[in-house]
């Protein structure tokens, strides 16, 4: 699919955001989830760096501008219903703005 037909499927919510879940291409684990508006998503397709939409922030971030761990973008994918986003990327550091690789670190035993 070309890139005007998938931006097109995308279903944006009320807040004309998306939720994007990030995963590690090489290992398959689940690295964070965020959000894209579609300002976001144009620029990680032009680019091949991820860049998220900051709902605190209320504005663009490129994943690893401050802190160097940046996210390339390999593959994107759309759910059935439109609404979500799977990422693959290549992480370079960690992906959590803890220091861990993952956001998902802290699982129940």
Known sequence: ??????????AYNEKDLVP???QDDET?????L????E????????????TYYSRSRQKLW????????????VSIAIDC?????LARVIQQGAACHTGNHTCFYRKLD
């Open 1 to 10: 699919m070309d890139k005007k037909s998938f931006m097109e499927q995308v």
């Open 39 to 50: 300002e976001a998503l144009k620029k990680t397709l032009e680019t091949g760096r991820m």
């Open 20 to 22: 994007v879940i990030t």
């Open 62 to 73: 490129v994943k690893g501008e401050t802190s160097g761990h940046f996210q390339k973008l």
């Open 81 to 85: 219903d439109g609404d979500t986003l």
């Open 34 to 37: 965020a959000w894209m508006n």
């Open 28 to 32: 398959g684990e689940v690295l964070m």
